[in-house]
């Protein structure tokens, strides 16, 4: 998918526009962080910055302790959960809110 634009003046930048469709097709809207790269070709490389994870606030009322007061971690077996820099993520947001 590609389409042609013209190269505008924004400010004391550059900049193009880039259709919704584009962006949508690999996972981008407005807002999101990129990394901007040049290639010794000459080709211009968008990519997407890492995302940080989301919090989620709890209702009023929620707290991690009532929602998972009936949870038994005994019927999990070992080595179920993937080993992602995200681990234990959930639980610091409820302690944030």
Known sequence: MSYATT?????NSEAIRIPKSILRSVGLRA???VNVGADSQGR???????????????QPGIS??????????????TG???DDHMR???FGSWERA
């Open 7 to 11: 190269i505008s003046s924004w400010g």
């Open 31 to 33: 807002g999101d962080k």
């Open 44 to 58: 211009i490389a968008i990519t997407p910055a890492q995302k940080e994870h989301r919090r989620v606030r709890p």
């Open 64 to 77: 991690y302790a009532t929602l998972f007061s009936d949870y038994d971690p005994a019927h999990i077996p």
């Open 80 to 82: 179920q959960w993937p």
């Open 88 to 90: 234990g993520a959930e």
